[in-house]
T-cell receptor, first 112, second 113 residues
């Protein structure tokens, strides 16, 4: 299994739709997880952090299933401005050292 | 002002040239990272540093070197650039465990001819 695996998409959805992305990870010791958003040719920007079972921020909800080792991101009431690539990110922690492993991203295109 | 800055933002160079990419941050984080991004491959870690005296190789360090001049500055060098080093390069700073979030600079687009 890849360390972090995402469906590359693209997901094409109309404005107002609800869309969900899944991400699976292989490191069962990981404690915190992230979703980043990346616009074309721009830097990744932190969207949500997930430290326990889930997190909600406005239209965005992230959920964690440790038993099955997957993380999901739900976007409700999609906006045109949500069009971007969404990166699932899993830390690899050894003692106090930490590195992030990035998924290759899921592309979302929201249309009129 | 941006918390993480990178210079240059774009660079075209020739095979065999030495090039340095610079990164500065005002976030006060001890941890800094260099990544490259290629289409379809995602972000790959080149080098990382947890403080001024600490330098670690990432998964693709061959052909690269780094210097951590101060807490706020972390430079990436390509000793002898080759065309397959053409990529988008990102610098990032990071919080310590258990948080681990990283914050990225705007990137440097490097083309090696």
């Amino acid at each position: 299994r890849k360390e972090v695996e995402q469906d590359p998409g693209p997901f094409n959805v109309p404005e107002g739709a609800t869309v969900a992305f899944n991400c699976t990870y292989s490191n069962s010791a990981s404690q915190s997880f992230f979703w980043y958003r990346q616009d074309c040719r721009k830097e990744p920007k932190l969207l949500m952090s997930v430290y326990s079972s889930g997190n909600e921020d406005g239209r965005f909800t992230a959920q964690l299933n440790r038993a099955s080792q997957y993380i999901s991101l739900l976007i409700r009431d999609s906006k045109l401005s949500d069009s971007a690539t969404y990166l699932c990110v899993v830390p690899e922690t050894t003692g106090t050292a930490s590195k992030l492993t990035f998924g290759t991203g899921t592309r979302l295109q929201v249309t009129l | 002002d941006a918390d993480v800055t990178q210079t240059p933002r774009n660079r075209i160079t020739k095979t065999g040239k030495r090039i340095m990419l610079e990164c500065s941050q005002t976030k006060g984080h001890d941890r800094m990272y260099w990544y490259r991004q290629d289409p379809g491959l995602g972000l790959r870690l080149i080098y990382y540093s947890f403080d001024v005296k600490d330098i670690n190789k990432g998964e693709i360090s061959d052909g690269y070197s780094v210097s951590r001049q101060a807490q706020a500055k972390f430079s990436l060098s390509l000793e002898s650039a080759i065309p397959n080093q053409t990529a988008l390069y990102f610098c990032a700073t990071g919080r310590e465990a258990p948080y681990n979030e990283q914050f990225f600079g705007p990137g440097t687009r490097l083309t090696v001819l």
